[in-house]
């Protein structure tokens, strides 16, 4: 299938456009003054000294990088004059710092250290992200000055890796430059591109891969070569980034050992590993998927660039196979981690997005210095000293329209819903939508002969009308797919986003007598804040009616729900049951979390 690529989407209104608009006013002027405040920017100029402040760090080049991406997304809507001198500042600073093989890297060339002789440095790392940099600067500006760098340290990469081989390593220790290499080979087409992402690949956890095989280096996927891998281990981040690169790999040589890998990681990961909101990652040692149904919701890791790079995952495998787990997956992430990462006002973000929070228990992290329970900060920052996941919010809300449709000669298949509007190789489709308020949707073609239409996998009962008419579709792999319209077609469909409640498995043990309130794709949650009784001790009744409120701040709506909490009581344990009255709870959308001071949380409530 092919992608149609965000740049032919104009998103017009609604819920992301909201959300654009955000990101593009605000988000990316706040990251790049933060990066300013912090010395980002200033490293570039490769001038920094011991002794100096802001001691240039292994992958702050990847932070200026993914903060370049956004800007690079942004403008091909909305130009911004300010930023883009911005950018052709960094270039500037970048060709006049690079080495005569076009070596970048600000943190190696002030420090005395060998180059290619750490794996874990992040040096491929950085390389990968100025890599998809440049080309979405060039994409958006036709300005070649970063991409040609790139090209030339890409050069040099090559004849270090692939034809000397004489850095001290193989494959890099957090995966990145694979998937960037596949984007500029879709912009160039040349092979060489494909020959390095190739090596990076399949040298991973091979003998070849020097000292780092064996068990110990699940944490870089290096335990076993990739095409043997079928379980996500290790460090999510660089897990689902190299999952990436495989799955566009796999698509572009039409590798179906490789694609078979990606798809029992990517079952593994949806059945097993990945919380109600779309996270990853249920361990902050190692920043790690563990063991199947660990998802902790106190503890939970799930980073926000996690989250996101299973959505991104998810894409590349939607390219391959028409099968709606992988359009699911990415609207969990969306409308949930996705969201919660990034503050209502656009300003601050959150690292860790964790799916409980008991203020009570922050004192245990403070009252004894060295025993530190990492439990996650309870509020957005608008820096961090590890500060991924700021720019790669934004860079992801900033294209967000590629996740919107695949196409081939055949069928367009609709994977997201948005009010949008799409002009691409000879059709068009435009999307009218209050989704995810609403269910419907209008969707009008123009020289489109089959729509494929994904049915949500929470959504049990849904209708389509097209031109008038009950439609006539046939179910494959949660697409309606309607065939044979008519030159120019009106399709509308509706979808049944009546609240319901979510229960899961009794194999995490956390949950146990626990469930989860969703609405269409948004699971809520419940906050101290909004309510005045411990939030962990309501009891959900799950036959419970649900009533909404629509809210401006969260552009969709509260819920409230029946249930009981208990009569207040002195005794730590007794024979008698606590007595409950009926209380009322209110929920919001989880991804609006902590918008509201630093307040309890659940999403599991008890029943
Ligand atoms: O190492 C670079 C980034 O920093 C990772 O992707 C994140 O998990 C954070 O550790
Ligand atoms: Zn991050």
Known sequence: MKLIDFRKTDITDGFWKKRIDTVSEVSVYNVYKRFKETGRFAALNCTWKPGDPYEPHIFWDSDIAKWIESVAFIIENRPCPDLEKVIDDVADAMEKNADEYGYFNSCYLVHDKPRWSDRTDHELYCAGHLVEAAVAYYIATGKRKLLDMMEKYLDYIYKVFLVDGSAAFKTPGHEEIELALIKLYDLTKNEKYLEMCSFFIDNRGTPNDSEYTGVAHKYSQSHIPVREQKTAEGHCVRAC????????????????????????????????????????????????????????????????????????????????????????????????????????????????????????????????????????????????????????????????????????DDTVYVHQYMSSETKTDGFTISQKTDYPNSGRIEISTNNIKNLAVRIPAWCESFCIVANGESADFELEKGYAKISNLEENSIITIDFDVTPFIVYPTSKIKDYISRAAVQRGPVVYCAEGANNDFSVMSFRIDTDTEFSEEYSELYGTYTLTANGRIPVENEQLYSRKKEEMIPAKIKLIPYFAFANNGESDMEVFLHY
Request: glycine share 4%; charged share 20%; proline share 4%.
């Open 241 to 408: 980034y190299l999952y990436t690169g495989m799955a566009d790999l796999a698509r572009i040589t039409d590798d179906s050992e490789l694609f078979n890998a990606c798809k029992s990681i990517f079952d593994d990961i949806i059945n097993k590993k990945m919380y109600i909101t779309g996270g990853i990652g249920s361990a902050a040692r190692g920043e790690a998927f563990t063991v199947p149904y660990d998802l902790p919701d106190l503890t939970a890791y799930s980073e926000s660039c996690a989250a996101l790079s299973l959505a991104w995952f998810a894409q590349r495998m939607l390219l391959i196979e028409n099968d709606s787990k992988y359009a699911d997956t990415i609207e969990k992430v969306l409308y949930n981690n996705g969201l919660s990462s990034v503050s209502l006002d656009g300003k601050s973000f959150f690292y860790v997005n964790p799916l409980a929070i008991r203020t009570h228990l922050l004192e245990r992290n403070t009252s004894q210095v060295n025993t530190h329970e990492n439990l996650p900060i309870t509020q957005r920052k608008e820096v961090f000293d590890c500060s991924c996941c700021p720019p790669n919010i934004t860079r992801f809300i900033a294209s967000v329209a590629d996740f919107l449709y695949t196409y081939d």
